[in-house]
Structures are given as structure tokens and as C-alpha cells.
């Protein structure tokens, strides 16, 4: 009986040294100035029993620009991006958002214009686009829809700015003109691959 209490004791006792030795997670605020007056960035660096405090990133970071408006939020796992990441533009609206898995993006990918239509959405796995991708002009007008397979990329469908479809299913034309709507390339696809390309150059006088 003598025996089991002083066992429970000594458990007891090296319990308690093990609570008061446990090591939290150290929030960190990095600052633009000397003064700290202005935030740069502000998040946890990762820490533990055993390998105590260190100077890896670990869960949400938010990062300000010199004005101390917001510009990007990120998640980290141990110092590596994991998780959503936001960025956002100088007035506060959304950017780009996408996710990630121990460094490499993965999940769904969409960017915006600054007037808040967006701009491309798609998905990446393990770090490659994959399946379809569209993307919009600033007016919220489609442009295009490209698939992605093996890396090769297949324009689908095309649309100029007037949303007349010059690529269908893969086969069609576009056109790279200059701000003077002057055509100075001109590519044709056949089930969804580039074909050929001409060049037509304005004449200057």
C-alpha cells in the first residue's frame, strides 16, 4: 500500500513539472518602423514540448502595407503555406484567393479585378492547373474557357471584348489588336490547339 501511494506521488509529482515546463505558441508582431508604430505583419511562430519556441509561421498571419491597410492573409502549418491565402487590394477588395497543402497550391484558384469582377477562377492540383479555367474581361463579359489536361492547355471557347465567339469547341480564330483595334496577331485553332499564326503590322507614315 506504502509502495502504490508513493508511485502515485511520484506520478503525480512528474506531472505537474511537465504542466509548468509546457510551452505555448509566442504571437509575433514584425513592424515597418522602429517606433512600432506600424504593423507589417502579426501571427504565431509554432512551438512545443519538446522542441520549445521557434521561428516557424504556424496558423493565420496577416500582413498590412505601410498605410495599415490589409493586403494579405495567409495560413501556415510549421512554416509552410498551408491552408487559404487571401490578398486584397489597396481599397479592401478581394484580390486573388486560393489554397494550399504543405507549400504546393491545391484547390480552387480565383482572381478579381480591382471593381470587383473576376478576373479567372480554375483549379490547381499538387501545384498544376487542372480541368477548366475561364477568364473574364474587366466588364464581366466571358473571354475565354481553356481546359487544362496533362499540362497541354485547350482553348474551348473565345470571345472578343463585344462578346462575339470567334473560337468554338476548340476551333476558330483570335486576335491581338492595339488599342487603335488595328489586328496585329492572329491565331487559329483546331481542337483547341494552336493551328498557325499570322502577323499583320500597321503601316506608320
Do not use: C
Amino acid at each position: 500500500m506504502r509502495i502504490t501511494i508513493t508511485l502515485l506521488m511520484l506520478l503525480l509529482s512528474v506531472t505537474s513539472i511537465f504542466a509548468q515546463k509546457r510551452v505555448k505558441p509566442r504571437l509575433q508582431t514584425n513592424y515597418y518602423n522602429f517606433s512600432k508604430t506600424q504593423p507589417e505583419s502579426r501571427g504565431y511562430f509554432y512551438a512545443d514540448d519538446f522542441t520549445g519556441e521557434t521561428t516557424l509561421k504556424h496558423g493565420k498571419w496577416t500582413y498590412w502595407n505601410k498605410k495599415g491597410v490589409l493586403v494579405e492573409i495567409r495560413n501556415y502549418q510549421k512554416g509552410t503555406l498551408n491552408g487559404e491565402v487571401i490578398s486584397y487590394y489597396f481599397n479592401g477588395n478581394i484580390k486573388n484567393l486560393g489554397y494550399f497543402k504543405m507549400g504546393v497550391q491545391d484547390s480552387i484558384s480565383k482572381v478579381w479585378y480591382l471593381n470587383r469582377q473576376v478576373k479567372t477562377e480554375g483549379a490547381y492540383k499538387m501545384g498544376r492547373k487542372v480541368d477548366v479555367w475561364n477568364t473574364y474581361y474587366i466588364t464581366g463579359y466571358h473571354e475565354k474557357e481553356e481546359t487544362y489536361e496533362d499540362s497541354i492547355v485547350f482553348l474551348q471557347n473565345y470571345w472578343t471584348i463585344d462578346s462575339t465567339q470567334t473560337v468554338k469547341n476548340g476551333n476558330g480564330e483570335t486576335y491581338l489588336a492595339f488599342s487603335n483595334n488595328v489586328i496585329n496577331e492572329k491565331y487559329t485553332y483546331k481542337d483547341g490547339l494552336e493551328n498557325s499564326l499570322s502577323r499583320m503590322y500597321m503601316d506608320y507614315i
